[in-house]
Nanobody
């Protein structure tokens, strides 16, 4: 199983980025795929996820209304569209896959597989 995260970069505050998580070795129609982030000196935190069943999406309060998670099942890829970026969004973003259910989608230990991370830097 491999999860390849890409799309990070340097952007000014107010700008947008689109992250991609390309999965191989598993089907995103059978796994919940989530995005987590970790800023320097901080713990990893949940950002967003999309459930395998029905495609329900979940967001942290800090990104709700600015970020949109989606998936392309034909490409076996999950996307995170990040709009109105803020300096506090600066972090390494990781995608992960697991059998998370509604009550556990925000918990990192509900995910078995992790990608390598992609750096997002938002300048003020």
């Amino acid at each position: 199983v491999q999860l390849q995260a890409s799309g990070g970069g340097l952007v000014q505050a107010g700008g947008s980025l689109r992250l991609s998580c390309a999965a191989s070795g598993l089907s995103i129609t059978q796994y919940t795929v989530g995005w987590f982030r970790q800023a320097p000196g901080k713990e990893r935190e949940f950002v967003s996820s999309i459930r395998w069943s029905g495609g329900s999406s979940y967001y942290s309060d800090s990104v709700k209304g600015r970020f949109i998670i989606s998936r392309d099942t034909a490409k076996n890829t999950v996307f995170l569209q990040m709009n109105t970026l803020k300096p506090e969004d600066t972090a390494i973003y990781y995608c992960a896959a697991g059998r998370a259910i509604t009550s556990t989608v925000r918990q990192s230990n509900a995910y078995n597989y992790w990608g390598q991370g992609t750096q997002v830097t938002v300048s003020s």
